[in-house]
């Protein structure tokens, strides 16, 4: 009997680049990396990748702008997943590295993304819309 394993996350190959980048530069535990550096490893271990023209445009990638909003209703809101340097979660630019970033990175609309907080606390948000993507509009390099 054959156990095939489904593919949860897409990721562009530049995007898995980048990231395996990102994490190896990370010489010391960063607060927002904790929890989420060893979710963001496992997360690039697993995913499927492809090249950023192939990429499907339902799919959250890097400094995609997506509506979000609570399972099953709730007022929908806006985020940005970027890199943390450019991180300001105050104007909705979300660290790719942060508990939230992690879980969106790779789904679809209509998935679920689930996050564990630093303190415990549970979170969890569908994906409404990708309001931006920037390989749907043609940029492959950002």
């Known amino acids: 009997m054959e156990v095939q394993t489904l593919v949860e996350r897409t990721l562009t190959q530049l995007d898995y680049v980048r990231l395996t980048r990102l994490l ?21 271990a697993v995913s499927e990748l492809v090249s950023s023209p192939a990429i499907s445009p339902d799919v959250v990638t890097m400094y995609s702008q997506m509506l979000l909003a609570a399972p099953g209703g709730g007022t929908p809101y806006k985020l940005t997943l970027c890199y943390p340097d450019d991180a ?15 879980s969106l990175l790779g789904l679809r609309v209509g998935s679920i993304a689930r996050w564990r907080m630093p303190n415990g606390s549970e ?20």
């Open 24 to 44: 190896e530069r990370a010489q010391h535990p960063e607060p927002e990396r904790a929890p989420a550096g060893q979710e963001m490893e496992n997360l690039l």
């Open 88 to 102: 300001e979660p105050a104007k909705g630019f979300i660290s790719v590295l942060s508990p939230v970033g992690v």
């Open 123 to 142: 979170g969890s948000a569908e994906i409404r819309a990708i309001l931006f993507q920037p390989e749907a509009s043609g940029d492959y390099t950002t």
